[in-house]
């Protein structure tokens, strides 16, 4: 059932029938404060089906991350396609009742191992509001570099940028 299994976690790939549990993190503006604010349920399935066809057509996905001892997703965790074709983006949202507890950096890990396998990509891209101290430092311990500030036109603010480079190309 599970894509990726970590000691704690198992990662999957989201369904519409997990709708209620989603809304807890990608719904709540808490949570989503520094990554673009919540979505409504509507928007969210949109997102769900996005990430389903994804996975299909190029093999990497945001997973749903589930607290084996649960029956229900607490977080989201995984990757957007980059600008680059060769480019993965990370991203990782948890239900507030779930922080601290290293939860983000043992699913980031599962995920990075798991597009090792992706042939296609190369290079490994994330950014923060420079306001998400904690996010930044995950990256960090996850072994991504910091490459300078980059301007975001959707969001209007300059970000930190970080890469790691999965596949050095010839
Ligand atoms: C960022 C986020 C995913 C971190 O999740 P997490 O499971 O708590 O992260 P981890 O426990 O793996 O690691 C976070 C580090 O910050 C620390 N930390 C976590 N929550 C903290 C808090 N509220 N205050 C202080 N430190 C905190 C942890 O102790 C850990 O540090 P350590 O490895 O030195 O012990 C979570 O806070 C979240 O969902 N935030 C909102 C969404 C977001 O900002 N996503 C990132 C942008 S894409």
Redesign the pocket.
Known sequence: MFLMETERLGLRLLESADIEAIMT?WGNEV??R??GGAGSEERELRAVLYYQNLFLQRGFSVYGVQEKSLNRII?ACGFNPGERTDEAEL????AEA?????????AAKACIEHLLGVNSINRLIAS?DPR?T??A??LE?LGFAYEGMKWHDDLKQEEPSYVMVLKEQL
């Open positions: 993190f949570v989503m520094y990554c977080g991203i990782y949202h948890f779930y922080w601290g507890k290293g939860y983000a950096t043992e923060v998400n904690i996010s430092s995950i311990k």
